[in-house]
């Protein structure tokens, strides 16, 4: 005989719901928006601004870098380079000023911007990007290539868009960390490095 002495003595619960009732299975509102989940950030692209998104930069100094970078380009990769091998591969290091930029969609990158060479001069396009920059600490800006020109062409954005939530949990550190996690270059038997001398 079943012992029934552990059931409460007026045990009406309900028999177990249909696993497959779609009351039960469909998703609310709050997990379609996000609300219960947080985005980690492990990817940071490294490149210009998409000619058919707007974007801001971030207004603090301490967001942007003036470093040396060497492009691969049969290969489109940017690697940051360790400050001791500057001096060893001149022509291929090239001074930039990394820009950390957010656009409408809240997507983060590092954009690259080439800084004068030892003689001071600079081209037009990326003298233009360099203003582009300082327009977008302050508003949102859209830029694109005018061959004619020879620089950037840079639209304003003229409707009211909220100011961009930068992201309070990490750093600008964690983004380098982030955007070139495989490719960095510290030492002489880095692949790109065995590239460019023609050894792989």
């Known amino acids: 005989m079943k012992d029934n002495s552990d059931l409460p003595e007026d045990d009406d619960r309900q028999p177990t719901s249909n696993p497959f009732d ?19 950030l492990v990817t940071v692209p490294v490149r210009k601004p998409s000619p058919q998104e707007f974007f801001r930069v971030h207004p603090d100094e301490d967001w942007r870098l003036d ?4 492009e691969i380009k049969a290969d489109r990769e940017v690697y940051l380079v360790d400050p001791k091998i500057w001096p ?12 950390t930029t957010i656009d409408r969609r809240n997507v983060i990158t590092l954009w690259p911007v080439r800084l004068p060479d030892e003689h001071g001069r600079l081209d037009d396009r990326s003298r233009s990007a360099h203003e582009a920059a300082q327009l977008a600490t302050e508003k949102w800006v859209r830029l694109s290539a005018d061959m ?4 950037y062409r840079i ?3 003229m409707g009211v868009f909220p ?7 990490v750093t600008f550190q ?7 996690k495989s490719k960095m270059i ?3 038997d880095h692949p790109a490095l065995r590239r460019l001398r023609g050894e792989i």
Not at 67 to 70: D, F, G, Y
Not at 163 to 169: A, E, F, G, H, R
Not at 174 to 180: Q, V, Y
Request: hydrophobic content about 45%; aromatic content about 8%.
């Open 155 to 157: 639209d304003v954005a």
């Open 88 to 99: 060893l591969f001149p022509n291929e290091c090239k001074p930039k000023t990394l820009y």
């Open 22 to 40: 779609p009351k039960r299975l469909r998703l609310s509102q709050r997990f379609a928006q996000g609300a219960d989940v947080k985005r980690a």
């Open 163 to 169: 100011d961009p939530v930068w992201p309070n949990d």
């Open 186 to 188: 510290e030492d002489l």
């Open 174 to 180: 964690d983004l380098l960390k982030i955007a070139f």
């Open 67 to 70: 470093t040396a970078l060497i």
């Open 148 to 151: 004619a020109l020879g620089a």
